[in-house]
């Protein structure tokens, strides 16, 4: 026989070596037809109704449907908006586990489920076929020859360095890498970028959205593109636009060079919304398969979408196959692409139930029990933009989290804001007042000042407005608070004053984040001061804007990423950077983990916190253990020099300087304790004492 039952508890498309299964979920559904296309998925060639429905799952099995097969579905059932029912067979879905996709959306009225321009809007029918304009499921086979036994780096978490980039963005200008390849997953792993990230001491990296994903109707008629792909259709494909061979293939040859060198890759997962949109958007996928159980509808009215991620919609986890698929995908990705961890996009709408974020809720339990995940670093960002979203120092031991805290206290000190020494503090330690609770250590903190969203570093220092006229939205996309200082000209200079200023400013804030107690994470292009020319939102600008310029890598004064790797390996030297367990202060039998220090070296008392406008800090990070080196750290954000005397302590004689940003180079100077000396304005210092 060509059709039988086949199997419901593996969804998707299921090559077996002689035949596809084929599942897909639907609690609502009617009917399924799988609809089988050609080669080059212009002409269906087929429909099979899915002949067996077991616990909501529609499957059969083809025994004569081999890998590259091209299809998709058509899901019968009631168009009743009101009662949140948005079935139309005349729209070719997605397969939700779809492990690769052939084809680009090509945007038209037709899929849409209701005539657009109608005044009854969504609740109107459209019987328009979309097939020819979407994207095709296509049917795999999984194997990959990983030529040996692949040893992960399983870097630990106290020793990891984040640098978050994008598939793309990251080597599409770079001229030491072929121009065919420049752009490709297959880039990331090039010798170019091997050898430049080694030289950073960074040991992983995050990678922007690589899942599936479409580009939004009117960015595409603006001749624009979802360039940061937070637009996901499917969870389980790698984006084809990365790969000039077949996506997973590149894929999983990246990831096992960037192993074979050391370095972990994490992913940015998007399974807070997808790309279907609200109550107006397309139907692509979840949407015509079952929307009432995907995602979160208004209880009061299930035709409208409870959106908590500010796109139009939210998956809704608290579904068990919702939360089945999610989980699935995460699995996928670690045990088929063997990924080293993740950073979850507005993570607080993951963890929603009924009465809002639930830390003990379904996901979170999920992940919590699942033995695959406990091998693999995760990451939340730990809001979105429901009530009740921001979560900062709420989710579960298991993860690590943005820490935005960090980056708002240190923008807006080397920005030139006075009296937040005292936040400051807290925030170059590992922030414990957010995170020091149920076992949680300082690595619960991923610190970070820039990101992909928002100003680069370099534009950090340049502008005090955002320029997101090209857009397409009269700049008023990207946020308004942004805790910048161009110093007196906005964007590029010629004063070489001002070029200098900034300079040392970037230099302050990579010197902080690699001082800082917590995770740091660097952006990729800051250690070659890459701009956006003011964009703080780049997400639809796949062009100059949007890639990360490298005409600066060698150039004297600019290039700082000799800067860097000399950070990266002063954060290897000493292990109280990368502790797991939290400072305290002096203690009754004389130790202490920190020693918060007056600039005259006495030990600070509660009114040295209150120091109106104060914007200079010092302390001590004390050895761990025996044969380790004290850590004194100065930073001096005022616009002048300030006198400060060296620590004075019975156990140590004297310091020697090991970083000075206002000093080319890697300082050795030495010098007695108790010794005065001047901290330079808007500079950080950093000592090694010694018996």
Not at 103 to 127: K, P
Not at 356 to 371: H, K, W
């Amino acid at each position: 026989m060509r059709l039988s039952e086949g199997t419901h508890y593996r969804l998707g498309s299921t090559w077996d070596g002689r035949g596809t299964n084929f599942a897909l979920f639907s609690a609502h559904a009617e009917r399924v037809e799988l609809c089988l296309f050609d080669s080059q998925g212009r002409r269906e060639i087929e429909r099979i109704i899915l002949p067996e429905r077991t616990e909501d799952v529609w499957h059969g099995y083809l025994n004569d449907v081999s890998p590259g097969q091209l299809y998709g579905y058509r899901v019968y059932g009631p168009y009743e908006p009101e009662q949140g029912h948005r079935f139309n067979s005349h729209k070719l879905l997605i397969d939700p586990y779809a492990k690769r996709l052939a084809g680009r959306l090509v945007w038209s009225d037709a899929h849409f489920a209701y005539r657009t321009g109608s005044s009854r809007e969504d609740l109107s029918f459209d019987r328009r076929d979309n097939a020819r304009g979407m994207p095709k499921s296509v049917v795999i086979d999984e194997s990959f020859n990983w030529g040996r036994r692949e040893l992960r780096p399983a870097t630990a978490w106290s020793d990891t360095i984040i640098y978050e980039a994008h598939a793309k963005g990251l080597t599409q200008m770079r001229e030491d890498i072929p121009p065919g390849q420049r752009g490709t997953f297959s880039a990331l792993s090039s010798p170019a970028m091997i050898d430049h990230l080694r030289r950073l001491g960074v040991t992983t990296i995050e990678l922007l959205p690589i899942h599936g994903f479409v580009d939004d109707r009117r960015l595409v008629e603006q001749k624009l593109v979802n360039y940061w792909g937070y637009n996901t259709i499917a969870f389980f494909a790698p984006e084809a636009r990365y790969a000039n061979e077949p996506a997973l293939d590149a894929f999983r040859t990246t990831i096992a060079r960037l192993h074979d060198a050391g370095f972990e890759v994490m992913l940015d997962v998007v399974y807070n919304h997808t790309a279907e949109g609200n109550h107006l958007g397309p139907t692509l996928s979840f949407r015509g398969i079952d929307n009432l159980s995907y995602y979160w509808l208004m209880p009061d009215n299930p035709r409208f979408y409870d959106d908590f991620t500010g796109t139009g919609n939210s998956l809704n986890l608290m579904h068990p196959r919702v939360l089945q698929m999610v989980m699935d995908s995460l699995r996928y990705w670690v045990e088929v692409c063997h990924v080293d961890g993740f950073r979850f996009d507005l993570a607080s709408t993951l963890a929603r139930g009924p009465n809002g974020f639930d830390r003990g809720g379904s996901f979170l339990t999920a992940v919590r029990q699942d033995p695959v995940l406990a091998s693999v670093k995760l990451v939340a960002e730990p809001w979105d933009v429901g009530l009740g979203g921001y979560q900062v120092g709420a989710f579960p031991s298991q993860w690590s989290e943005w820490n935005d805290r960090y980056r708002g206290t240190l923008r807006r000190y080397w920005a030139g804001e006075g009296n937040l020494i005292g936040d400051l503090g807290g925030r170059m330690t590992g922030s414990s007042d957010l995170f020091n609770h149920d076992g949680r250590t300082p690595q619960a903190s991923i610190n970070h000042v820039t990101v992909h969203d928002g100003f680069t570093l370099m534009d950090l220092f340049s502008y005090n407005e955002k320029h997101n006229e090209a857009n397409g939205e009269d700049n008023r996309d990207g946020s308004n608070d942004n805790s910048s200082n161009n110093f007196g000209i906005e964007g590029p200079t010629d004063d070489p004053d001002i070029i200098a200023l900034r300079r040392q400013l970037r230099k302050n804030q990579l010197a902080c984040l690699f001082l800082a107690q917590g995770i740091p994470l660097l952006l990729a292009g800051d250690e070659v001061g890459n701009s956006q020319n003011g964009n703080n939102n780049a997400y639809c600008q796949d062009n100059e804007i949007g890639w990360v310029n490298w005409d600066n890598l060698g150039r004297e004064g600019e290039d700082l990423t000799g800067f860097v790797s000399n950070l990266t390996t002063l954060r290897k030297q000493f292990p109280q950077l990368r502790t797991r367990m939290w400072v305290d202060g002096r203690k009754a039998d004389g130790s202490y983990g920190v020693l918060w220090l007056t600039p005259q070296g006495a030990e600070m008392e509660e009114s040295d916190w209150n120091f109106p406008e104060g914007r200079f800090l010092s302390y001590i990070l004390g050895p761990r253990e025996q044969g380790q080196h004290p850590l004194f750290i100065v930073l001096n954000a005022a616009p002048e020099q300030i006198e400060f005397t060296l620590p004075n302590l019975p156990e140590y004689k004297e310091w020697t300087c090991i970083l000075d940003t206002t000093a080319d180079g890697r300082p050795t100077a030495r010098m007695e304790s108790g010794s005065t000396m001047a901290a330079p304005s808007r500079s950080v210092l950093a000592f090694s004492g010694a018996a």
